[in-house]
């Protein structure tokens, strides 16, 4: 299906695939009744219950409008995307890949288990990189998918340590617990936490200094980028700091971090978008302003910021789902997405302009569009957090720069002298229309109409899931306010920098040249790793057999070492009177000490089997005739076995360097040093008698026998003597095996 | 190794250590013995006989290859834990039938296979050992 | 006699890691072999040693009047004993296939599995 060569033969799944995502909606709208009401919506499986993890969701007031958008967007991306690339002739993977995308990032704002959330979270940045990817054909696509990857799931990662720690902190997954809770904010580990989650989410979000991956993520064909980098994938990311606002907001750290990432990247990126040339990379940049925005009105903690947000968010999403879907209109219409090169376009595509200039009103902030009465709640809400004039002063540059990148997208494309494009500009066919004029319409009816319309949905997501008293109220007038005032202030800023770009290119352009790029840095990052891997690879992995040993025989003395003084041991040496156990002691270490450097292989098996002997008394000594008749057999076959290899094998030479012997000599005598003291400080504490005590109870009366070694071995732990067996005989048909192959075996 | 004294003993010491290794592997239950250290005894003897004869004459006076020996080993072993099943207990429990002075039971058979297979696995070793080298 | 035994113990361990150091093959299986004779005397060292008196029952099950060795290391030693002798006899047997394949038995050149870079 995927790679079959009849173009436009995978159309049917575009289509489907728009149908189903509808379906969703309404699904979702369904429970718009109840969660209005108070009463969110909740089901569950079990998952990992052992560790209190399940597959729970949940929807409530801000799910609900992250639901919505996900799935009405997702519906007709789909159908912009048959219009767009259905001829492609891996159209049916690229469905697969964007619909999967879809239900992961519906299951991401929809989790009610911390950990449920993460999996989804995951799972958005791996199709994500299977989206922007697909062009794989081009280097620059993949280098761009793995950087947006590599970035994400960064976070990701921090982001797992996070929720870890909040459930350690919380006592539990269940975000609705978590939330309704008393809050982390008195948490030991609210520190740590904060810290981890605010990772994932700048990461997921593009926030400074993390943003250098979204603009590039634009390598993606543009159905993805309308998708991903308006309403959803980059939205988790505010989605969780949202989410989370009841639980970690509220104090210094939270607003000062959020607010100062806030503020930097709405207005770096606002500026930079107005120097972009490609239509494309100026929405990115607009993007990350919105995302800029959202954040930092997450810092606060008032009604008004946290409405602005939630209300900023449906009016982005809006108007950047449609802007996106017509610079792929106009690309796919003319063949170029430069603004240079773009003019007088609005006769040949006159629904695709409406489209743009109805988005682009909003985008504006103009009435009656829902843009203005988000920008309204924003100043209103940045007046009542922190640092409100410094939070204003962003704001108001910020939105003032939109204003005119708004305008040069509006505008330039569309109106003026028509300039000649690659293609004779045509209109893009019905599917690809239907996008952004449903979203650009949809900004207006819904600032016409918003408190009837989104009043109820935003209030349930202040009051239910950013548990607040209320929310502040959508209004097309709200009076003459100070926020009046600023939206006043900005249009005429704006109106300015429309007009002046040329000279504000003069002025920003050596300054944007002379800042680092973190795009660079980004490469050279990599760059830097792969150079640590290979060198670790290097040092660590040395291919010396002795080196690995050497570092598991170091590691085994520090570790007993480190646990014997951490028990500080008793020890009471008490030195036996028998002569003959001297004799025997000093017998089996004279044989050690004979293997230990000797050049011949006849005194070392000689030395071996001193040794073996000599343990063989001391185990008659110590009552175990059965183990001392073993050992001297074993000990005997060894010995023959040994005597009949050395015929064949080369003699012994001592090939190390004196520093080498130093350091071999020391791990092995710290390691010789712990066990000693490991079985004293074991034979000074009591014996548990109990096991041993039921063999010598029972051994007769339950299995007949007065040998309780061997009582043991073949009654009582038959089951493991049988295990031994198999060993001893596949070990011993591996040595056949081994010996009798054929050949020679690699070299 | 060509020593006349070794080859015309080996024959006899063979034989003295199986029947020893028999002895060690039936008393093993209430004196010191048992299955282990009969096998081992007995596959030392075996090892002695193929230094004396070679190892081709020991495969012969054995008839059987070790290997299978262990695999019979390991066999009885299976068959004499899994009997308790028949008698509805755990596997590996000793089922028993007392005559008198005589006591015979499933453990007894499974140290059998013990012995079994410690001789088969350790010869399989050794002769391939020699014939290799 | 538990602080001898642990001395010994230590010292077989000690040696059997200097040998398993050295780099040569030979060297290392005597101290396989000496790494489980130390091993083992630490198992039956941390069961006590109570001299003399073998685990074995008087007349029907008879208890004797003094303490018997403890029974339960030497069925785990028992057991310990012929699985080393395993461990050993496979080892064994690699080490002849190595000499017949590489020639030598120096294991730091013995590089199949990670070769030496050929850069630097």
């Known amino acids: 299906m995927a790679d079959s060569t009849a173009p436009g033969i995978s159309r049917p799944f575009g289509y489907t695939a728009s149908i189903l995502a509808a379906l969703i909606l309404v699904g979702i709208a369904l429970t718009v009744p109840a969660v209005v009401d108070g009463r969110p919506v909740l089901f569950a499986l079990d998952w990992a219950p052992s560790l209190g993890i399940s597959l729970a969701f949940m929807v409530d007031g801000l799910s609900l409008i992250f639901g919505l958008l996900i799935s009405g967007i997702g519906s007709l991306i789909f159908l912009y995307a048959t219009g767009y690339m259905g001829n492609h002739p891996q159209f049916g993977r690229f469905v697969l890949f964007l619909f999967a995308f879809m239900v992961s990032m519906l299951g991401l704002v929809l989790a009610r288990d911390l950990i449920t959330l993460f999996l989804f979270w995951e799972l958005t940045s791996i199709t994500s990189y299977l989206l922007i990817g697909f062009d794989h054909d081009n280097p620059r696509a993949r280098r761009n998918a793995l950087q947006a990857m590599l970035v994400t799931a960064g976070g990701g990662l921090a982001l797992l340590a996070g929720f870890i720690l909040m459930g350690t902190a919380a006592g539990g997954y269940d975000l609705a617990e978590i939330l309704t809770g008393p809050g982390l904010q008195d948490s030991s580990l609210y520190g740590p936490i904060l810290v981890l989650v605010l990772l994932g989410a700048f990461t997921k979000s593009a926030q400074f200094p993390f943003h250098f991956w979204l603009p590039n993520a634009m390598a993606a064909p543009t159905p993805v980028s309308a998708y991903l980098h308006s309403a959803t994938m980059v939205k988790a990311g505010v989605y969780l700091l949202a989410r989370l606002h009841p639980a970690l907001g509220g104090t210094m750290a939270w607003s000062v971090t959020l607010a100062t990432a806030g503020a930097v990247t709405a207005v770096l990126s606002s500026v930079l978008a107005m120097r972009q040339s490609d239509l494309k990379q100026a929405l990115a940049y607009t993007t990350l302003m919105a995302l800029g925005t959202i954040t930092m009105l997450l810092a606060g903690a008032h009604s008004y910021a946290l409405t602005a947000a939630v209300t900023f968010l449906i009016v982005h999403s809006l108007y950047k789902a449609s802007l996106f879907m017509v610079v792929g209109a106009v690309d796919h219409g003319t063949g170029t997405r430069e603004v240079e090169r773009l003019g007088g376009l609005g006769r040949a595509m006159p629904v695709t302009a409406a489209a743009a200039v109805l988005a682009c009103l909003s985008m504006a902030g103009l009435p009656p569009m829902i843009g203005w009465i988000g920008k309204e709640l924003i100043y209103a809400g940045a007046a009542t957090m922190t640092g409100a004039p410094l939070v204003i002063a962003a704001a108001v540059t910020a939105n003032a720069l939109m204003f005119a990148v708004a305008g040069i997208i509006a505008l330039r494309p569309f109106f003026g002298a028509p300039i000649a494009t690659p293609h004779v500009p045509h209109e893009a066919p019905w599917q690809m229309l239907a996008g952004p004029t449903v979203l650009a319409l949809g900004g207006l009816v819904v600032g016409v109409l918003a408190q009837p319309l989104l009043g109820s949905v935003v209030g349930s997501a202040l009051t239910g899931s950013l548990l607040q008293d209320r929310a502040a109220g959508l209004h097309l007038w709200a009076g003459f306010n100070e926020a009046f005032v600023l939206s006043i202030l900005t249009f005429a800023i704006g109106a300015m920098l429309y007009t002046m770009r040329d000279r504000f290119a003069t002025l920003v352009d050596p300054v944007l040249r002379s800042m680092p790029s973190l795009d660079a840095g980004w490469d050279s990052f990599l760059d830097w790793f792969r150079d640590l891997a290979a060198w670790q690879t290097r040092v660590l992995q040395t291919g010396r057999l002795t080196g690995y040993m050497l570092a598991v025989f170091a590691v085994t003395a520090l570790a007993l070492g480190a646990t014997i003084l951490h028990g500080r041991p008793v020890i009471m040496p008490e030195l036996p009177r028998s002569a003959f156990l001297w004799l025997t002691v000093g017998f089996t270490a004279a044989g050690a000490v004979v293997a230990l450097n000797t050049h011949s292989r006849i005194a070392a098996i000689a030395g071996i089997g001193t040794v073996g002997i000599g343990v063989a008394v001391i185990f008659i000594f110590a009552g175990a005739p059965d183990v001392a008749t073993t050992q001297l057999m074993v000990e005997t076959l060894s010995a023959v076995m040994f005597a009949i290899a050395a015929l064949r094998l080369p003699g012994l030479v001592e090939r190390r360097s004196r520093q080498r012997q130093l350091a071999h000599g020391a791990v092995a005598l710290a390691v010789g040093l712990c066990v000693t003291v490991m079985v004293l400080s074991v034979t000074a504490s009591p014996l548990d008698r109990t096991i041993t005590q039921y063999f010598e109870e029972n051994s007769y009366v339950l299995a007949h026998g007065l040998n309780i070694v061997n009582v043991v071995l073949v009654d009582f732990r038959a089951f493991d003597t049988f295990g031994e067996l198999i060993v001893v005989l596949l070990a011993s048909f591996g040595a056949y095996a081994v010996l009798k192959r054929k050949g020679r075996a690699g070299a | 190794m060509n020593s006349l004294i070794l080859s015309v003993g080996a024959r006899f010491l063979t034989a003295l250590f199986l029947l020893f290794s028999l002895f060690v592997l039936l008393r093993g239950h209430n004196s010191p013995g048992g299955g282990f250290i009969g096998g081992l005894i007995g596959a030392a003897g075996f090892v002695l006989y193929s230094f004396a004869a070679g190892v081709e004459a020991a495969r012969q006076a054995l008839r059987v290859d070790p290997r299978a020996i262990g695999v019979w080993g390991m066999a009885i072993a299976v068959l004499s834990g899994l009997a308790s099943a028949l008698a509805s207990l755990d596997p590996f429990t000793g089922l028993w039938l007392i005559l008198a002075d005589l006591a015979l039971s499933t453990v007894l058979v499974f140290d059998i296979g013990v012995y079994l297979a410690v001789f088969g696995a350790i010869l399989t070793l050794v002769f391939a050992l020699e014939e290799t080298l | ?120």
């Open chain 3, 1 to 120: 006699m538990e602080t001898l035994v642990a001395c010994l113990s230590g010292f077989l361990v000690a040696t059997s890691i200097w040998l398993m150091l050295s780099g040569n093959l030979m060297r290392f299986l005597f101290g396989l072999l000496l790494l489980s004779n130390g091993v083992n005397l630490a198992i039956l060292a941390a069961g006590r040693l109570t001299p003399g008196a073998p685990p074995l029952l008087g007349a029907k099950g008879a208890l004797p009047p003094d303490t018997m060795a403890n029974a339960l290391p030497q069925a785990l030693l028992l057991t310990a004993i012929v699985i080393g002798f395993g461990l050993f006899a496979f080892a064994l047997a690699l080490t002849i296939r190595a000499y017949r394949t590489f020639g030598h038995l120096e294991v730091d050149r013995m590089r199949i599995a990670e070769p030496a870079e050929e850069r630097e």
